[in-house]
């Protein structure tokens, strides 16, 4: 059974910094991941997807990496803004399942 | 904007009523998804359709049925309302066969039973 995790739960960064947010999954055997940004007592945006096949992708400053061998993935903010503020999520797609394995989510804040 | 709307934004219900939950995919998807949101957590899956059948389930029990039409929307149905029902219930839509399968969700129904 896939299982998701994200470290950290929260995370308080002054604007302008460049911040990293971690994404750890237990079943390698997946078919995608996705990052999502949710504000509070919203749905969720869709930022970025990595097929099983690539490595990273990028989207003006966000970038995600993917790491099948250890479980991981990595969303790199470049810059960050007090805009940026919300909770991120990663979800995992494996081969066996038709559903996405969502992790608890990391509450970032950026403080002007 | 992802185009996958919800409704309603807001219910509220007692326990041991019944809920139905509704959501318009975005146009050109033919897989949507449900999930629930309980406050604090990540969205838990509760099942998916693909071309009005049932393709996929979490672990949630069978009082949690759901419908899908031929213009690709969908229904929720919550019988016999528990407290712990209460959450946002999330469907999201994508077009399955694509390359990416990006799935689109949106914006929520928060459910309150009391």
């Known amino acids: 059974k896939q299982e998701v995790t994200q470290i950290p739960a929260a995370l308080s960064v002054p604007e302008g910094e460049n911040l990293v947010l971690n994404c750890s999954f237990t079943d390698s055997a997946i078919y995608n991941l996705q990052w999502f940004r949710q504000d509070p007592g919203k749905g969720l945006t869709s930022l970025l997807l990595i097929q099983s096949s690539q490595r990273e992708q990028t989207s003006g400053r966000l970038n995600a990496s993917l790491d099948k061998s250890s479980g991981r993935s990595t969303l790199y903010i470049a810059a960050s803004q007090p805009g940026d503020s919300a909770t991120y999520l990663c979800?995992?797609?494996?081969?066996?399942?038709?559903?996405?394995?969502f992790g608890p989510g990391t509450r970032l804040s950026v403080l002007p | 904007e992802t185009g996958v709307t919800q409704s309603p934004t807001h219910l509220i219900k007692t326990r041991g009523q019944q809920v139905t939950l509704r959501c318009s995919s975005q146009?050109?998807?033919?897989?949507v998804s449900w999930y629930q949101q309980a406050l604090g957590q990540g969205p838990q899956f509760i099942f998916q359709?693909?071309?009005?059948?049932?393709?996929g389930r979490g672990n949630f029990p069978p009082r949690f049925s759901g419908l899908q039409f031929p213009n690709y929307s969908s229904e929720l149905n919550v019988n016999a309302l528990e407290l712990d029902d209460s959450a946002l219930y999330l469907c999201?839509?994508?077009?399955?066969?694509?390359?990416?399968?990006?799935?689109?969700f949106g914006p929520g129904t928060r459910l309150l039973v009391l």
């Open positions: 359709y693909y071309r009005e059948e049932e393709n």
């Open positions: 146009s050109g998807h033919n897989t």
């Open positions: 979800a995992a797609r494996d081969n066996y399942g038709q559903n996405f394995v």
């Open positions: 999201a839509s994508r077009r399955a066969g694509g390359y990416q399968e990006t799935q689109y």
